[in-house]
Nanobody, 120 residues
Framework: QVQLVESGGGLVQPGGSVRLSCATS????????MGWYRQAPGQQRELVAV???????NYATSVKGRFTMSRDNAKNMLYLQMNSLTPEDTAVYHC??????????????WGQGTQVTVSS
């Protein structure tokens, strides 16, 4: 069974940075596609970054150039480095593990989420 546990969220000032971490269990980590979703109150869930099994990354337009997703296969860890944060980035961020299917990401497992609040 796959378990995903996020950490690293909190209160950040506008323009600041934060790195989210996702600890994973399960032997499929190194060959799976992984993604970070976020959901702000009253808004639809948004896929902000995907890391494909081949190692390429795709980002939502809203975060491109500011967020960087990476993984450490040896530690079974996934990261999301978030820079130049704005209040619009305030949301609960979820780590997911899933499938990369015909250039589309299909999440199968979800973490419980970590809150990121960008405010002065």
């Amino acid at each position: 069974q796959v378990q995903l546990v996020e950490s690293g969220g909190g209160l950040v000032q506008p323009g600041g940075s934060v790195r989210l971490s996702c600890a994973t269990s399960g032997s499929i980590f190194s060959t799976a596609a992984m993604g970070w979703y976020r959901q702000a109150p009253g808004q639809q869930r948004e896929l902000v970054a995907v890391l494909t099994p081949t190692g390429s990354t795709n980002y939502a337009t809203s975060v491109k150039g500011r967020f960087t997703m990476s993984r450490d296969n040896a530690k079974n860890m996934l990261y999301l480095q978030m820079n130049s944060l704005t209040p619009e980035d305030t949301a609960v961020y979820h780590c997911t593990l899933g499938m990369w299917n015909y250039s589309a990401y299909v999440p199968q497992y979800w973490g419980q989420g970590t809150q990121v609040t960008v405010s002065s």
